[in-house]
């Protein structure tokens, strides 16, 4: 499996997980929300999934990639923004802990994230810009 985003209606290659995939050690990244153009660049937030113990933990990254093509990955969270933390239960069977990121805005130097809970509820994190450029590593 590889994550593949597409900018508009017409889907294009933009991006695969394959393009960074030793980089992120927290299972293999996945979609997320709509990639956001800000200063010449896009910023996405990603999961991922990955096996704890007895249960199935999702994470969130964050990648940053041209505007331009070939759209190449210039920077990637080394460690997740945040993660599922509270196990339950799945319907299927399993045990897990759910964060998937669904959409997100920029706005004063802010980002505000919304994200799905555990299957059963939506919640929004707040993510200062500064501090999420600190976690990212730079892409040769």
Known sequence: NKMELAENEKPFRVMTS???PHLWNYG???GGKPPVYIDNYYLTFFHSIALQE???IYYCGACIFEAKEPFRITHLSMEPIFYGKDVC???WGRKHAVIYPAGAFFEQGVWYVSYGYNDCACRMVVINHEE???TC???Q
């Open 132 to 134: 999420l450029l600190k």
């Open 28 to 30: 293999d990244m996945r």
């Open 89 to 91: 239960m799945a319907s």
């Open 54 to 56: 007895d249960a199935v």
């Open 18 to 20: 394959a393009d960074a």
């Open 137 to 139: 590593k730079g892409i």
